[in-house]
Every structure is written in C-alpha cells, then in structure tokens.
C-alpha cells in the first residue's frame, strides 16, 4: 500500500478488565483502553473486577500514562436500570471521562444531555451508511458490526468522507472495527442460547456460552445422528487480522479494537503489542508476510480458539473451532502470590502456594503496577539462601522492577501438551 | 427454620426473582439489583428466614438466578 494513503492516526483500543489488564496495555502501548463497571455491560458476568468508584481510578491512570478511557455501557438497558445508569454516568462525567461506549438509546440520550463523547457499539449492528449519518448527531465514533466485508467497510469509509458527516465534536465520524478476539456466533452479540437455556442474557452482559460446548444433531423422527466432523458445530474461531490489518486500514478504519475484557493481562500485553507493532510495520513500510508469522505465534501462545480473518474477505459462514477451551501453545500454572518488597534493594518476595519452580522455569507476573512481566528463571532463593528448586510454603526472592505486593500473582509457563 | 441466602453484589438485576417472588423480593431503584425484602445482611450477603412452605418456591428461584447468587439453607 503506497505509504501517502496509510492513516497514520489509527489508534489501538485494548480491553480491562482489571488493573493488571490495564498496566500491561500501558506497558503495550495501546492508545486507549475501554473497560465496564457494575453490571451494565456485555462482560458482567466474566469480568466483575471495577465499580463505580473505580472510574476515577482507572481515568486517573490513563491521563497520567497518555491513553484515552472508554467506559462500555452497552447493554440492554430497564427501566430498572436509569438511575444506577445515572450514577455512573455522573461520575464518568466528573473524572473526565473521554467516552461512554453504548447502543441503548437511553444511555446515547442521557450521554447527550450530560455532554459526554459518545461512541456507538457494535450491539448497535450498524452496518450501512445511513445508520452512520443517524447516529452522527450523537455519536464521534461509530463501531461497525463485525459481520461486514472489507468493501462494505470501505464504501461506508468513503461516504463519510463524501458527505462530510461530522459527529458532536465537529470532526468526521470515526471508524472503529474489532480486529482480535472472539467472536460471537450470533450477529452483533444478539444471542439468546444463554437466556434460553440458562436464564441468563447474553444482552445483559450474563453469556454462558452455550455455543463453546460440543453437541451432536439427531433427526427425532427417524432417531438418527447426523455424522458432522467437529462436534462444537456452533463455537466460532477468533477473529485474528493481523495478516490483513494493511487492507483493514485501506478501508478506512480509524480504531482497531481488541476484544478480551474478561481475559488475562498477559493475552492483553501480548496482542496489542503485536498490533502496535504490525501498525508501525504498515507505517514504515517494513509490514512482511515473515513478521506476521511471528505475531501469529506469539498471540498463539497466549488464550485463543484459533484463528481466523472473521467475514471481512466476504466468507458468509463462520470458521469453528475444534477445542473445548483454548487452544493456546502455552498456559499458566498459578504457583503463588507476592508476600514483601524490598523497594531500597529492588527485591520482591513470593510465596509459593501451589506446586513448585526449579531454576531455567519461565515465570509470569501479573499484577496492577507491573501488567505482565516474564522472566526466566536464572537466580533462585528461597529464604535468603541460594537454591535450585523452591515448594509449597517456600518464599522466595529476586530483583523486580515494581512494588510487590499480596495482588501480584506468580505463574509458571508450561507448553500446553506438557501436562 | 430455611434461610434464603442472597449475595447481592453480583446481581445482575435481571428481575427474575421479583417476578416470580414478589412478596420477598423487590428491584433497587438506586442500584439496579433485587433486594430480599427485610433481609439482614453483613459484608455483601443477605439472609432472610422463610417458612416451609416456601422453601421449594425459593430453591426454583436460586436454581434458575442466571448468576446463581441465591442459596437456599
């Protein structure tokens, strides 16, 4: 792509769900972040970890560290729901929030009055240039469905800029797309396996995910099985872009949107890293077929159901996947939790709570001041005294760059197919 | 005596339980979640004693809370 048509201004929108999360998109260097409070959003019921009086914290954080805060708010929304949906508003509002996510139009409406940024979300299935002019008197930035094709996403792309429609804030609407993560089986999120079965909505943030399981088709009449190669018949792959992104920017996008807000800091760190770093290649004209197959085994490493380019080349059936879980090359084995830091000599102290490390093992940390740090392990000591191997009820010490403290947890790094 | 157990903090304030219950479960204008009317409640869980003849009534309503945040003891 010649450079002069690359929008050098797309920006990369990691999901929180928690302060780790948060730190490792710092640490990734994602542009903006969205998370969700209480329980007026689509990841209620798997990533509960922030509630209102979290939204000063989390913008605080993002203000000092130069990232934009979304707050998602894009529920189904009851009458029920108004004044909780007004007390979170009036605090966004008050910390500076820089925009709410939502599709109800009760949020879209209050969010208006207050004076708040609107973005509109992709439960909102905007699909066609005409939702995008009627939403532009509210909305700066527009999330299309993710069902759309590459040229649908361009034409639309291209009216904007035609017709000049501008949002709330005087600049053109804005395109936001989902470039990573799962998808849903059904369009826009508008599922309801989870009510029918469980009762509990998708649309309210309460998926239990009926689509990840295995099932077998029986034709009652006859009592026969269908014979169909993959039992999860209804469980799609993730979406993975990253060997597209350069057509996805051609197409106008101006946001790349990560989904992942009830997954872990390290899957957070690791894909918007590879983002980052696949825009950068876009930008400096050094994005090659060798670095994708690199970014695509490090974000495999990391949880994932495998990956496919989701309906963006124009495939109108969806891609599933094979596993029960993740697929991912390598998983975290919880070992412990931090106990003590020494801030003068820089030396955080672990305690092992499960199973053991021996010297060589790949560790992981996560924690609210570090995100997610790797590290091998090359120096073990297990009560101030020089070991190899350290167990249950050890704790153990090593030169680490951030505060320890008892929210900082201890993983080992194994290859999946090493139980 | 049966103890209705609610944790409250993870309500998702789906309404289920108020529909099917209303004599002991009300919506909170303020929050958005369902309240067990005349509870009493300590760190985030509310109980509430009912009589026999409600026990299998609640034990429908906790096993069908989409986020199983109703006991019944």
């Given at each position: 792509?010649?450079?002069?048509?690359?929008?050098?201004?797309?920006?990369?929108?990691?999901?929180?769900?928690?302060?780790?999360?948060?730190?490792a998109?710092?640490?990734?260097?994602?542009?903006?972040?969205?998370?969700?409070?209480?329980?007026?959003?689509?990841?209620?019921?798997?990533?509960?970890?922030?509630?209102?009086?979290?939204?000063?914290?989390?913008?605080?954080?993002?203000?000092?560290?130069?990232?934009?805060?979304?707050?998602?708010?894009?529920?189904?929304?009851?009458?029920?729901?108004?004044?909780?949906?007004?007390?979170?508003?009036?605090?966004?509002?008050?910390?500076?929030?820089?925009?709410?996510?939502?599709?109800?139009?009760?949020?879209?409406?209050?969010?208006?009055?207050?004076?708040?940024?609107?973005?509109?979300?992709?439960?909102?299935?905007?699909?066609?240039?005409?939702?995008?002019?009627?939403?532009?008197?509210?909305?700066?930035?527009?999330?299309?469905?993710?069902?759309?094709t590459?040229?649908?996403?361009?034409?639309?792309?291209?009216?904007?800029?035609?017709?000049?429609?501008?949002?709330?804030?005087?600049?053109?609407?804005?395109?936001?797309?989902?470039?990573?993560?799962?998808?849903?089986?059904?369009?826009?999120?508008?599922?309801?396996?989870?009510?029918?079965?469980?009762?509990?909505?998708?649309?309210?943030?309460?998926?239990?995910?009926?689509?990840?399981?295995?099932?077998?088709?029986?034709?009652?009449?006859?009592?026969?099985?269908l014979?169909?190669?993959?039992e999860?018949?209804?469980?799609?792959?993730?979406?993975?872009?990253?060997?597209?992104?350069?057509?996805?920017?051609?197409?106008?996008?101006?946001?790349?949107?990560?989904?992942?807000?009830?997954?872990?800091?390290?899957?957070?760190?690791?894909?918007?890293?590879?983002?980052?770093?696949a825009?950068?290649?876009?930008?400096n004209?050094?994005?090659?077929?060798?670095?994708?197959?690199?970014?695509?085994?490090?974000?495999?490493?990391?949880?994932?159901?495998?990956?496919?380019?989701g309906?963006?080349?124009?495939?109108?059936?969806?891609?599933?996947?094979n596993?029960?879980?993740?697929a991912?090359?390598?998983?975290?084995?919880?070992?412990?939790?931090?106990?003590?830091?020494?801030?003068?000599?820089?030396?955080?102290?672990?305690?092992?709570?499960?199973?053991?490390?021996?010297?060589?093992?790949?560790?992981?940390?996560?924690?609210?001041?570090?995100?997610?740090?790797?590290?091998?392990?090359?120096?073990?000591?297990?009560n101030?005294?020089?070991?190899?191997?350290?167990?249950?009820?050890?704790?153990?010490?090593?030169?680490?760059?951030?505060?320890?403290?008892?929210?900082?947890?201890?993983?080992?790094?194994?290859?999946?197919?090493n139980? | 005596?049966?103890?209705?157990?609610?944790?409250?903090?993870?309500?998702i304030?789906?309404?289920?339980?108020?529909?099917?219950?209303?004599?002991?479960?009300?919506?909170?204008?303020?929050?958005?979640?369902?309240?067990?009317?005349?509870?009493?409640?300590?760190?985030?869980?509310?109980?509430?004693?009912?009589?026999?003849?409600?026990?299998?009534?609640?034990?429908?309503?906790?096993?069908?809370?989409?986020?199983?945040?109703?006991?019944?003891?």
């Amino acid at each position: 792509m010649p450079l002069q048509l690359i929008n050098t201004n797309v920006e990369i929108l990691a999901p929180v769900g928690s302060y780790e999360s948060l730190q490792a998109a710092i640490n990734a260097g994602a542009n903006s972040i969205y998370f969700g409070v209480e329980q007026l959003n689509m990841r209620t019921r798997s990533s509960r970890s922030f509630e209102i009086s979290d939204i000063k914290k989390v913008v605080s954080i993002c203000k000092v560290n130069g990232l934009k805060a979304y707050l998602t708010l894009n529920t189904v929304m009851y009458e029920h729901d108004m004044q909780l949906l007004k007390s979170i508003l009036k605090e966004a509002k008050n910390e500076g929030i820089h925009a709410v996510i939502a599709a109800d139009f009760s949020v879209i409406e209050y969010c208006s009055q207050l004076g708040i940024p609107l973005h509109i979300s992709t439960q909102a299935n905007v699909s066609n240039i005409e939702s995008v002019k009627f939403f532009s008197r509210y909305a700066d930035v527009v999330v299309l469905a993710r069902e759309l094709t590459l040229q649908q996403i361009d034409s639309i792309s291209k009216e904007i800029k035609r017709q000049q429609i501008k949002g709330p804030a005087g600049a053109l609407i804005k395109i936001e797309l989902f470039v990573h993560g799962a998808l849903c089986m059904a369009i826009s999120g508008k599922c309801y396996l989870s009510l029918h079965t469980q009762n509990a909505s998708a649309n309210r943030g309460a998926c239990v995910q009926n689509c990840r399981r295995q099932y077998i088709v029986k034709d009652i009449e006859h009592e026969q099985e269908l014979l169909i190669d993959n039992e999860y018949i209804m469980s799609p792959k993730d979406l993975c872009t990253i060997d597209i992104l350069d057509q996805l920017i051609a197409s106008g996008v101006d946001v790349l949107k990560i989904e992942g807000r009830s997954k872990g800091a390290e899957y957070v760190q690791i894909v918007t890293t590879c983002y980052r770093e696949a825009l950068a290649s876009i930008r400096n004209g050094t994005y090659s077929a060798d670095k994708i197959i690199n970014w695509k085994l490090a974000m495999s490493k990391v949880y994932n159901r495998g990956f496919w380019e989701g309906y963006f080349l124009g495939r109108r059936l969806g891609e599933w996947t094979n596993n029960s879980g993740s697929a991912a090359l390598e998983k975290k084995v919880y070992v412990g939790k931090g106990s003590k830091y020494y801030s003068k000599i820089g030396i955080g102290e672990f305690e092992i709570e499960s199973g053991s490390i021996k010297m060589g093992d790949m560790l992981m940390i996560t924690g609210p001041a570090c995100g997610m740090v790797k590290e091998r392990m090359s120096k073990l000591r297990v009560n101030g005294i020089e070991t190899n191997v350290a167990v249950k009820g050890d704790k153990i010490s090593f030169p680490f760059a951030t505060k320890v403290t008892a929210n900082n947890k201890l993983y080992k790094i194994v290859n999946s197919n090493n139980e | 005596m049966s103890k209705i157990l609610h944790y409250r903090s993870k309500c998702i304030g789906c309404g289920f339980c108020i529909e099917q219950q209303p004599a002991y479960w009300c919506m909170s204008k303020k929050d958005g979640k369902a309240t067990l009317i005349n509870s009493v409640g300590k760190n985030g869980l509310f109980i509430l004693s009912i009589p026999v003849i409600q026990v299998q009534q609640s034990k429908n309503i906790a096993a069908a809370c989409p986020v199983r945040i109703i006991k019944v003891q």
